[in-house]
């Protein structure tokens, strides 16, 4: 995997294409190329009969320079980088960034490839190829592009589960400190870990968890092979990220069934009830002269104290909730 950083500073995990596969992507583009250029040279010989040397030279060379380069350029640019061959293997020119290509970078890479592929057949694109990290030829160093895979196999394997005894017992496990990187190895050995040699896949696992180990600032429990405790540390990692998922979907269906009774506002002047736990407290309503005259006085309400609060204190008049 190649690590590609876009313009938002996202790095991008694909894998570039190797020699083999560009290759036959290229077979295929030069077999459809040169079967159109042949074809077309053939009607260019039947139509430019009665022409002289000179002029059947400038169509040859026009015709050589209009199929073998500008078609690969414009395929390229129109299809932002899946000619047909790459299209058959599942591969695509990108840019440095992970974008895709336009047609300043299809000139280069076109450009470029009459001298790679066409003029040395292709010994100077495989040779730039084998010595480059990526697998890239001079053509996609020019112009700051990959030949990257956009059909990957799928993945058959399982990862290996922790032993039941072991699950629970890195639960005090800092993993502040392990980067997404190691993550990434330990999670590949331990999809992987049952096609590898034993000998090698053992290597492997030893050398990761003292990764972690040296990480983490804990040692593993005396007698846990490593491959278990890498498988252990993962399921942890793997049941704290549910459980903080499971605590903000919980934290924001609370946050919703706050919402105020009978759809009233929150804290509005016109909340259809009283709070939870205080006694309903009817406004005065407006009595006319003759009501007053004939209703007797009320009656004064009692002034009720909590208990443990003190006499001293001005109580609100209102009883504490039960």
């Known amino acids: 995997m190649s690590g590609l950083v876009t313009g938002d500073a996202v790095v991008l995990g694909v894998e570039p294409a190797r020699l083999p596969s560009r290759a036959l992507a290229v077979l295929i583009d030069l077999v459809v190329v040169w079967a159109g250029y042949l074809l077309l040279t053939l009607g260019l010989a039947v139509a430019t009969a009665s022409l002289d040397e000179a002029a059947v030279m400038a169509v040859s060379i026009a015709s050589f320079l209009l199929v073998l380069v500008g078609a690969p350029i414009a395929v390229e640019t129109l299809t932002h980088g899946r000619s047909l061959g790459k299209l058959a293997c599942g591969l695509r020119v990108v840019r440095d960034d992970g974008g895709p290509i336009r047609f300043r970078h299809a000139l280069v890479r076109g450009a470029m490839g009459v001298v790679e592929i066409l003029m040395t057949f292709g ?58 990187g190691l993550w990434l190895e330990i999670r590949q050995y331990l999809t992987r870990s049952r096609e590898l040699d034993p000998v090698v896949g053992r290597r492997l696992a030893e050398r990761l968890a003292d990764e972690l180990v040296t990480r983490t600032g804990t040692p593993p429990p005396a007698g846990v092979p490593a491959g278990a405790y890498l498988a252990g540390v993962v399921a942890e990692r793997q049941a704290r990220d549910a459980r903080r998922a499971f605590a903000r979907g919980a934290g924001a269906a609370a946050g919703g069934a706050a919402a105020p009774r009978d759809g009233g506002p929150v804290g509005g002047a016109a909340a259809s009830g009283p709070p939870v736990g205080f006694p309903s407290v009817a406004a005065p309503a407006a009595a006319s002269p003759a009501a007053s005259s004939l209703a007797p006085p009320p009656a004064a309400s009692p002034v009720v104290t909590p208990p443990g609060t003190g006499g001293g204190r001005r109580s609100t008049g209102f009883a504490p909730p039960a």
């Open 123 to 180: 010994v100077v694109a495989c040779v730039a190829s084998l010595v480059s990290e990526r697998g890239r030829r001079l053509g996609d160093v020019f112009a700051g592009t990959l030949v990257v895979r956009e059909r990957m196999p799928a993945a058959r394997t399982v990862a290996v589960p922790p032993p039941p005894w072991l699950v629970g017992r890195f639960g005090g496990l800092d993993l502040s400190a392990v980067p997404e």
